[in-house]
């Protein structure tokens, strides 16, 4: 419907603009026409054909603005809409002295010109800012801007990511956030921090080390990335266990969840959450071992069976080498034989050169 008035709207103003387009001709002009009336309605018939061409331009333009409007973020409406206040704001400050200046009648168009085309620059310069600098336009107008649409799930650059306590103390978050494979906002939720700070107060010293380690890379990473790393005061006082609030929380906010976790990943899973599983981008960009390939390994203690020998590549990725306990404490040349890998882990099992040559 919205489309037909749109159409017709054009039509009917280009037909009334060309039926009384003829008063406008010069005295003298239509001097030898006998029916004034049937001029006025060819020319209207003849405008209305025009009116009707942009009217559905523009009936097309819109609707695919209005689609491209229904697709964008609610953040970047937001941000877009200040930064265009903004800019006709200054451009009306900056061009007030022009109105003030003594121009000629001649060139009275001058004023009203740079008024738009100084009105239009400043505009658009205003957006093009606010895409660039929006979230912290936002912060600034009000802190919890950015935090309230993340937890309601409206803001959506990227697929937010819920981090678990094991991924902070485990570290190799801080890397990826260095060498930007991962994006979108992060949110430590309330309860993890507080998770984290209960390990770092424990009474075994082997707790408390990974604790404040996990709190030392924390600040470090939110102080390197203070719009992407987010604090949310969440909580559930029903639920008992941290693993079952993650998994509460990124269900609510539509996040991913962020973890190393095992256990969390499957019981994550099971439930329809997303799940970024850290040991599972290691795994992916580990070299892969086919059998048959040869490596230079070091046997460093004894399997689980008498003729086992073990040891680790590089990576940590463990070596199980059959025949290889007579090597103990010595380096070895192997050729692989198969490997197991799982998201909890890599091993390569193989035999000694000489024994595989035999």
Do not use: W
């Amino acid at each position: 419907m919205l489309d037909f008035i749109i159409i017709l709207s054009f039509i009917l103003a280009a037909s009334g603009i060309g039926y009384f387009s003829t008063d406008l001709l010069p005295t003298g002009t239509l001097n030898g026409v006998t029916n004034l009336d049937a001029l006025r309605l060819v020319v209207a018939v003849f405008a209305a054909i025009i009116g009707g061409a942009i009217g559905l331009s523009f009936q097309t333009t819109y609707r695919r603005l209005e689609a491209q409007v229904r697709e964008m973020p609610l953040e970047v409406i937001l941000t877009r809409a200040i930064g265009l206040v903004i800019g006709l704001l200054l451009a009306n400050l900056m061009l007030a002295p022009l109105f003030l200046l003594p121009i000629p009648a001649d060139f009275g168009f001058i004023k009203p010109l740079v008024a738009v085309v100084g009105s239009i620059i400043l505009a658009v310069t205003g957006m093009n800012l606010a895409d660039t600098h929006g979230r912290g336009l936002l912060r600034l107008i009000n802190p919890n801007t950015v935090e309230t649409l993340v937890v309601e799930g409206t803001l959506k650059p990227a697929n937010t990511k819920v981090l678990d306590t094991s991924c902070i103390i485990d570290g190799r978050i801080e890397t990826l956030l260095e060498t930007g494979f991962l994006e979108g906002v992060i949110i430590v939720p309330q309860f993890v921090l507080q998770e984290l700070q209960q390990v770092a107060d424990a009474s075994k010293d082997i707790k408390r080390v990974r604790g404040r380690r996990g709190l030392e890379i924390l600040n470090r990473i939110k102080e390197a990335y203070p719009e992407r790393i987010l604090i949310n005061p969440a909580d559930y006082e029903d639920i008992n266990t941290v693993d079952a609030k993650l998994v509460k929380f990124a269900q609510e906010i539509n996040g991913t969840l962020l973890t190393n976790d095992y256990n969390l990943s499957k019981v994550a899973s099971v439930q329809k959450v997303p799940v970024l599983n850290v040991n599972d981008l290691v795994n992916a960009v580990r070299p892969s071992y086919l059998p048959g390939d040869n490596l230079d390994l070091k046997i460093l203690k004894e399997g689980k069976e008498p003729s086992q020998g073990v040891g680790y590549l590089d990576d940590g990725t463990m070596v199980v080498v059959e025949e290889g306990s007579g090597y103990v404490g010595g380096e070895l040349r192997v050729v692989v034989t198969s490997a197991l890998q799982t998201s909890a882990g890599r091993m390569i099992f193989a035999k000694p050169q000489a024994s595989a040559l035999a």
